[in-house]
């Protein structure tokens, strides 16, 4: 497989690089050798064809970074797991390509009139939040935000804190409108949970982040829908509310190329749109603040331990910021 490689890439190669020189980065010794770490530490391998083109990428995604953190922003960026990659190829491996039906979610969810605690972190308030997984190259955002969100309301409401299956979402939630590696929403998820009766353990219906046949065994089941909450269009308001008197919240924002690269701090953008229909990435807020005047969500992400602030980021709170308010809810258990 190896040999043969370098031969089908030989037209490509000769084409390729040769053709793009007028716009290709000159890379400094230095920047090559970051890249070789990077890749090391990420243990990538490249055809020869391709390790120009990556490095090109790494380069550029690298003197952004550096841009960036040289400028005075609320938030700063890192290399990570996504640097050798383009938006373009990000979006279609990780991102929902196509818009969900975010606006077609009737809020039910009723909101008080606060007021609410200014610190809520439910990692904190004892064991509700369980660790940060990794969806891999799947656009199954939705699947983490929902059994996220279960598995915590389900500790809060007394039971234990498990583990359950995204992979039961991907292969068996079509028909509540989610299309697996494609996209879905977690209202949707919760529907179908509600109504399908359950769903298994991570131990048992285990990730593979491809999709599959269904393999649901309704006598494994191990956690259930009682009602789903879901919050009208925009009321970032009764999100608050929602975190702060009952549990962590599922939601869905739009992710531009900046945010892949972020590392710590607290989120925010101009680039990003705040409409429904521009949302392509569902995550789950498990509390909120503010520091120096900045409101903030603590917010669990699916892109593994090492991705962000172990896994977590924080994003400006108040604004609607990337149509954060656009598509959220919760699921209530059964316990
Ligand atoms: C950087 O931003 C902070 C907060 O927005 C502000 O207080 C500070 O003065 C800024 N520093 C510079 C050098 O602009
Ligand atoms: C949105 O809802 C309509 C009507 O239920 C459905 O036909 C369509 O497939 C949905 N779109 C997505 C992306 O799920
Ligand atoms: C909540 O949202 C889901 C999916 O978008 C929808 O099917 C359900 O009817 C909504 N529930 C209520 C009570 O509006």
């Known amino acids: 497989m190896w040999a043969v490689l370098p031969l089908l890439c030989a037209g490509a190669w000769f084409l390729g690089p040769r053709t793009c020189d007028a716009t290709a980065l000159s890379v400094s010794s230095y920047e090559k050798f970051h890249f070789q770490s990077w890749m090391a530490q990420h243990q990538k391998k490249y055809s020869s064809e391709e390790y120009h083109q990556r490095q090109q990428t790494f380069v550029s995604n690298w003197r952004k970074i550096n841009a960036h953190n040289a400028r005075n922003h609320t938030f700063k960026m890192a290399l990570n797991q996504f ?87 991907v292969d068996c939630a079509k028909d ?40 649901f065994q309704p006598k494994k089941a191990i956690a259930f829908v009682k009602d789903v909450a879901n919050i009208t269009l925009n009321d970032e308001e009764a999100m608050v509310e929602a975190v702060a008197l009952y549990n962590p919240v599922s939601f869905a924002f739009e992710v531009t190329d900046d945010f892949m690269k972020y590392s710590k ?23 909120y603040g503010e520091e120096k005047g900045i409101p903030y969500w603590i917010v669990k992400n699916s892109w593994g331990p090492y991705w962000g602030m172990d896994g977590y980021f924080l994003i400006e709170r108040g604004k609607n910021m990337c149509g954060l308010a656009a598509c959220a809810s919760y699921p209530i258990p059964l316990v």
Not at 180 to 191: D, H, K, R, Y
Not at 273 to 283: E, G, I, L, R, S
């Open 83 to 169: 640097s050798d990659m383009t938006f373009a190829e990000i979006k279609q491996k990780y991102l929902w390509s196509e818009p969900q039906n975010c606006s077609a979610t009737k809020g039910n969810y009723l909101r008080g009139t606060g007021p609410y605690p200014p610190f809520v972190d439910w990692r904190k308030k004892g064991h509700f939040v369980s660790p940060v997984k990794n969806q891999g190259a799947c656009g199954s955002c939705w699947t983490f935000s929902t059994t996220g969100a279960l598995e915590s309301a389900i500790a809060i409401a007394g039971g234990k804190l498990l583990s359950l299956a995204e992979q039961q979402l």
């Open 176 to 215: 509540f409108n989610n299309h697996g590696c494609q996209g879905g929403l977690p209202s949707q998820a919760f529907e179908y949970i509600l109504y399908n009766k359950g769903i298994m353990g991570e131990d048992t219906y285990p990730y593979k982040g491809q999709d599959d046949v269904c393999k």
């Open 265 to 287: 701090g607290i989120y925010s953008s101009t680039s990003c749109h705040k409409t429904p229909d521009k949302v392509n990435h569902a995550v789950l807020a498990v509390g």
